[in-house]
T-cell receptor, first 108, second 115 residues
Framework: DAKTTQPTSMDCAEGRAANLPCNHS???????VYWYRQIHSQGPQYIIH???NNETNEMASLIITEDRKSSTLILPHATLRDTAVYYC?????????FGTGTSLTVIP | GAVVSQHPSWVICKSGTSVKIECRSL??????MFWYRQFPKQSLMLMAT?????????EQGVEKDKFLINHASLTLSTLTVTSAHPEDSSFYIC???????????FGPGTRLLVL
């Protein structure tokens, strides 16, 4: 079962930073936080993952709170192509269990 | 990142027929692959774990005799929907982890429509 809670939907103005929150209050010490996004009718696309430290790559930044009970995915300059459903996943073992995700709409 | 392909991308079949969907890891080997199903406006639901050289493990509530999984090589897993019915119409997606990073990479999905 999914161990995460995310807002159902969010809007973001084009060019602004999009901050997508995720709660994972029952996360265990060795469980990673992964973020994926799914554009309509496509397979999920990997964005970023982390354990304890904040992470950054060419797509996004991941901020994990010190107690690891929540995290935030940051898209620094949202574009219209970033409109998608964003999934926050806590990986325990090999399986990924998807929650309901956040539907992000980037507005021109 | 690693690439996972699926074939076919979409299929339409008559009720009662069987449909096979292929999932391939193109530039890496995968001893484990995963199959998901997604209904419209819903999230992905994990159906089963495909294990190379051994039996698949199914999530609770998924009929193993209806959704046959074969993982014959380190780059190929197949899902066969047997005696498909309209309620099996869905978007089927596979994934494979790229060890040692263990990031899962997803295929583009296969849309099945059973008439």
């Amino acid at each position: 079962d999914a161990k995460t809670t995310q807002p159902t939907s969010m809007d973001c103005a084009e060019g602004r930073a999009a901050n997508l929150p995720c709660n994972h209050s029952t996360i265990s010490g060795n469980e990673y936080v992964y973020w994926y996004r799914q554009i309509h009718s496509q397979g999920p696309q990997y964005i970023i993952h982390g354990l304890k430290n904040n992470e950054t790559n060419e797509m996004a930044s991941l901020i994990i709170t010190e107690d690891r009970k929540s995290s935030t995915l940051i898209l620094p300059h949202a574009t219209l192509r970033d409109t998608a459903v964003y999934y926050c996943i806590v990986r325990g073992g090999n399986q990924f269990y998807f929650g309901t995700g956040t539907s992000l709409t980037v507005i021109p | 990142g690693a690439v996972v392909s699926q074939h076919p991308s979409w299929v339409i079949c008559k009720s009662g027929t069987s449909v096979k969907i292929e999932c391939r890891s193109l530039d890496f080997q995968a001893t484990t692959m995963f199959w998901y199903r997604q209904f419209p406006k819903q999230s992905l639901m994990l159906m089963a774990t495909s294990n190379e050289g051994s039996k698949a493990t199914y999530e609770q509530g998924v009929e193993k005799d209806k959704f046959l999984i074969n993982h014959a090589s380190l780059t190929l897993s197949t899902l066969t929907v047997t005696s498909a019915h309209p309620e099996d119409s869905s978007f089927y997606i596979c994934s494979a982890p790229d060890y040692p990073q263990e990031t899962q990479y997803f295929g583009p999905g296969t849309r099945l429509l059973v008439l």
